[in-house]
């Protein structure tokens, strides 16, 4: 099972918003919803930030949105802010009892 | 709300088998609705899941890892614990337990212990 396809990096100015891409196959991304999103902080555990491709667990802001169109999810961070700079990783059921991350993208506020 | 701590060496030599505990307060380890993982992290790498197991026992890995992992649980201690043999440099990591909802997500996270396989 290959790790999902995240770009290494992206930027915005504060206020704007960023969007990440998380590719992966039929067999994961494209075949379920049940895609979600973390926000790993250096030296820190990653927290959840979207579960079930677009559901936002209760106190994460409304400016993280998500969204999915066949094997591609997607992360929206609108409104900038600086503490929303982060590490920013995919995963998605594959199967069988079996989960796959992406391999991550660096948000940094410009 | 739900806490999980990691603890264990954060040594192991190499072709030892590495041994780590969870230990689960505020919320019971026993609840039907989850499953309770063990992910990885490499030094400034992503995230690898290795597996979970069910406060039943039942037991679910990574095909990649599986030869190599066994998952437990002692439900009277609120504890579940990985072993992960024949380790090798490649197997140091940062090593976090989390609870699962299945085929879901993971939420919370421990804190993470480093686990390094050095000589």
């Known amino acids: 099972q290959s790790a999902l396809t995240q770009p290494p990096s992206a930027s915005g100015s504060p206020g704007q918003s960023v969007t990440i891409s998380c590719t992966g196959t039929?067999?994961?991304?494209?075949?379920?919803?049940?895609v979600s999103w973390y926000q790993q902080h250096p030296g820190k555990a990653p927290k959840l930030m979207i579960y079930?491709?677009?559901q936002r667990p209760s106190g994460v802001p409304d400016r993280f949105s998500g969204s999915k169109s066949g094997n591609t999810a997607s992360l929206t961070v609108s409104g900038l802010q600086a503490e929303d700079e982060a590490d920013y990783y995919c995963?998605?059921?594959?199967?069988?009892?079996?989960?796959?991350f992406g391999t991550g993208t660096k948000v940094t506020v410009l | 709300q739900v806490q999980l701590q990691e603890s264990g060496p954060g040594l192991v030599m190499p072709s030892q088998t590495l041994s780590l505990t969870c230990t689960v307060s505020?919320?019971?380890?026993?609840?039907?609705?989850?499953?309770w993982s063990w992910i990885r992290q490499p030094p400034g790498k992503g995230l690898e899941w290795i597996g979970y197991?069910?406060?039943?026992?039942?037991?679910y890995y990574n095909p990649s890892l599986k030869s190599r992992v066994t998952i437990s649980v002692d439900t009277s201690r609120s504890q579940f614990s990985l072993k992960l043999s024949s380790v090798t440099a490649a197997d140091t990591a940062v090593y976090y337990c989390?609870?699962?909802?299945?085929?879901?997500?993971?939420?919370?996270w421990g804190q993470g212990t480093l686990v390094t396989v050095s000589s």
């Open positions: 039929n067999s994961d991304v494209g075949g379920y919803n049940y």
């Open positions: 989390a609870r699962s909802k299945l085929y879901d997500f993971f939420d919370p």
């Open positions: 995963s998605s059921y594959a199967g069988s009892n079996n989960y796959v």
């Open positions: 505020g919320g019971s380890i026993s609840s039907g609705y989850y499953y």
């Open positions: 079930e491709v677009s």
């Open positions: 197991i069910y406060y039943s026992g039942n037991t």
